[in-house]
C-alpha cells in the first residue's frame, strides 16, 4: 500500500517552456504533499509544502510564480515549472502522507527534467 | 533549510566492511527518520527513532538517537553491495519534512 505515482518520470523541453509534473498518492489520501528538488548526489531540498484545498507554502528562496503547485484533490498535486531555463535541470520528487506526527512519507519516483 | 548536518558526505567500502554515519544538529527534536535512496527513486524509510538513547536494529543496521535527541547515528555491519545508496535523516518539525545534508555510500563488491 502507500502507492505514490509521479508523472512523467522524464521530460525535455526547451527553454522558456512550461512543464507540468503530476503526484498521486494511488491508494490513500494524501492531506500534505511535499515537493523536492534534487542535484546529483545531494539530499533533497524542500521547495514547497502543499495541502489539499489551500494555497502551497512555499520555502525561502523559492520562486512561487515559477513553480506553481496546486493540490486540488487529496490524492493530486502538480507542480509546473514556468517558462523554464537550463538552471531548472534537476531531479524533483513529490511525497505525501496521510496524517502529520510519525506518519512517514511516501515518495514518487521522481521526474528528471532536462531544460535545453 | 536543512537542520541536520550529515558526515561523511561519501563513503566508498569494501564489501564485508562496518561504517557508520553521523547525523547532528543544534537543535533538540521530537523523533527522527532514516531514508535510503537508490538512483533514479524516491527514498524509502527505514526507521524511526523516538526516545532519547533508543536503539533501533533492522538486520545489519543499527540506528541509535542520541541522549539528547540531537544526533543519530547509522551503524552498517559486513556492509554488502546492496547497501549502496543515499542515506537521509530526518527530523520530526511539524509540518514541513526537511532532510539532512546526506550520506552517499558506495559498497564495492
Known amino acids: 500500500g502507500a502507492v505514490v505515482s509521479q508523472h512523467p518520470s522524464w521530460v525535455i523541453c526547451k527553454s522558456g517552456t512550461s512543464v507540468k509534473i503530476e503526484c498521486r498518492s494511488l491508494d490513500f489520501q494524501a492531506t500534505t504533499m511535499f515537493w523536492y528538488r534534487q542535484f546529483p548526489k545531494q539530499s533533497l531540498m524542500l521547495m514547497a509544502t502543499s495541502n489539499e484545498g489551500s494555497k502551497a507554502t512555499y520555502e525561502q528562496g523559492v520562486e512561487k510564480d515559477k513553480f506553481l503547485i496546486n493540490h486540488a484533490s487529496l490524492t493530486l498535486s502538480t507542480l509546473t515549472v514556468t517558462s523554464a531555463h537550463p538552471e531548472d535541470s534537476s531531479f524533483y520528487i513529490c511525497?505525501?502522507?496521510?496524517?502529520?506526527?510519525?506518519?512517514?512519507?511516501?515518495f514518487g519516483n521522481g521526474t528528471r527534467l532536462t531544460v535545453t | 533549510t536543512q537542520l541536520l548536518e550529515q558526515s561523511p558526505q561519501f563513503l566508498s567500502i569494501q564489501e564485508g566492511e562496518n561504517l557508520t554515519v553521523y547525523c547532528n544538529s543544534s537543535?533538540?527534536?521530537?523523533?527522527l527518520q532514516w531514508y535510503r535512496q537508490e538512483p533514479g527513486e524516491g527514498p524509502v524509510l527505514l526507521v524511526t527513532?523516538?526516545?532519547?538513547?533508543e536503539v533501533k536494529k533492522l538486520k545489519r543496521l543499527t540506528f541509535q538517537f542520541g541522549d539528547a535527541r540531537k544526533d543519530s547515528s547509522l551503524h552498517i555491519t559486513a556492509a554488502q553491495p546492496g547497501d549502496t545508496g543515499l542515506y537521509l535523516c530526518?527530523?520530526?518539525?511539524?509540518?514541513?519534512?526537511?532532510f539532512g545534508t546526506g550520506t552517499s555510500l558506495t559498497v564495492i563488491p
Open positions: 530526518a527530523p520530526h518539525t511539524g509540518n514541513q519534512f526537511y
Open positions: 537543535s533538540v527534536f521530537s523523533s
Open positions: 511525497s505525501a502522507r496521510t496524517g502529520t506526527g510519525l506518519s512517514p512519507l511516501h
Open positions: 527513532v523516538v526516545t532519547g538513547g
